[in-house]
């Protein structure tokens, strides 16, 4: 499964784990919670809508967070390919020359957007859809994903899925991805842990539900080397970009 982040050279790769960070939260509700027969309405109309991505046509600014390093971008679609993204700072200051020219060479490398979907609403289940919480304003459901979805690299097969879905108007709050037990994606590499949490901006009058926050925490090892990586990805600053719809 591809990364819901992409990264950067700026940036290093491993953290230590901070402390007291729980393991993997509510794995085995599914187990106890009895699947729907029927999902709500409100939940239908959401799932309708919802996308992980950001829509074609806008422009945005993404801050990424990776232990002590940061990184702000801007990203604008209508500008041609070379000149979309722009490394705006970098530890909180103008970038360098040197930081420039390792950007923009990462960048050229077809470096996918970070908002890349880890999912896509068709992957999921439509028989797996338990109601897990109901309370006034939305709804958390638990879901797993369909078998086809996980072709490519079978990485779906060993994620859970909760999503929590606002009633009215009808949209996905948020999306948090757990690993279900320790899993090798290749030889060599062990994923202890993944959770991967995704939460999104209420839609507007002139504009969707957009992505508004990311933060993954992984713990594993490669070889014998253990490795862990808490990431934070903010976007904000959305505007149409001249070449968007």
Same mark, same amino acid.
């Given at each position: 499964?591809?990364?819901?982040?992409?990264?950067?050279?700026?940036?290093?790769?491993?953290?230590?784990? !901070?402390?007291?960070?729980?393991?993997?939260?509510?794995?085995?509700?599914? #187990?106890?919670?009895?699947?729907?027969?029927?999902?709500?309405?409100?939940?239908?109309?959401?799932?309708?809508?919802?996308?992980?991505?950001?829509?074609?046509?806008?422009?945005?600014?993404?801050?990424?967070?990776?232990?002590?390093?940061?990184?702000?971008?801007?990203?604008?679609?209508?500008?041609?390919?070379?000149?979309?993204?722009?490394?705006?700072?970098?530890?909180?200051?103008?970038?360098?020359?040197?930081?420039?020219?390792?950007?923009?060479?990462?960048?050229?490398?077809s470096a996918p957007p970070l908002a890349q979907a880890a999912f896509h609403r068709n992957d999921i289940e439509p028989g797996s859809i338990q109601l897990v919480r109901d309370e006034p304003e939305r709804g958390v459901f638990s879901?797993?994903?369909?078998? @086809?979805?996980?072709?490519?690299?079978?990485?779906?097969?060993?994620?859970?899925? @909760?999503?929590?879905?606002?009633?009215?108007? #009808?949209?996905?709050?948020?999306?948090?991805? @757990?690993?279900?037990? !320790?899993?090798?994606?290749?030889?060599?590499?062990?994923?202890?842990?993944?959770?991967?949490?995704?939460?999104?901006?209420?839609?507007?009058?002139?504009?969707?539900?957009?992505?508004?926050?990311?933060?993954?925490?992984?713990?594993?090892?490669?070889?014998?080397?253990?490795?862990? @990586?808490?990431?934070?990805? #903010?976007f904000s600053e959305f505007t149409r970009s001249e070449a968007g719809p």
């Amino acid at each position: 499964m591809a990364s819901s982040n992409g990264s950067s050279p700026c940036q290093p790769r491993r953290r230590e784990r !901070p402390a007291g960070r729980l393991k993997l939260p509510a794995l085995f509700l599914a #187990a106890i919670v009895p699947a729907l027969g029927a999902p709500p309405e409100y939940f239908r109309a959401a799932l309708a809508k919802f996308s992980a991505e950001v829509p074609p046509g806008w422009a945005y600014t993404q801050k990424t967070v990776r232990g002590e390093e940061s990184t702000l971008e801007r990203f604008d679609p209508g500008k041609p390919p070379a000149e979309r993204w722009v490394l705006v700072a970098h530890n909180g200051k103008p970038p360098r020359p040197d930081e420039l020219e390792k950007y923009g060479k990462f960048k050229a490398a077809s470096a996918p957007p970070l908002a890349q979907a880890a999912f896509h609403r068709n992957d999921i289940e439509p028989g797996s859809i338990q109601l897990v919480r109901d309370e006034p304003e939305r709804g958390v459901f638990s879901v797993t994903f369909r078998p @086809e979805a996980s072709a490519s690299d079978k990485m779906l097969d060993h994620l859970r899925l @909760e999503l929590v879905v606002h009633k009215q108007p #009808a949209w996905v709050e948020e999306y948090t991805l @757990e690993l279900l037990a !320790p899993y090798y994606p290749v030889l060599g590499v062990k994923m202890n842990e993944l959770t991967v949490r995704f939460q999104f901006s209420p839609p507007g009058p002139d504009r969707p539900s957009l992505p508004a926050l990311s933060t993954s925490w992984f713990a594993g090892r490669i070889f014998f080397v253990p490795t862990s @990586e808490d990431l934070r990805v #903010a976007f904000s600053e959305f505007t149409r970009s001249e070449a968007g719809p």
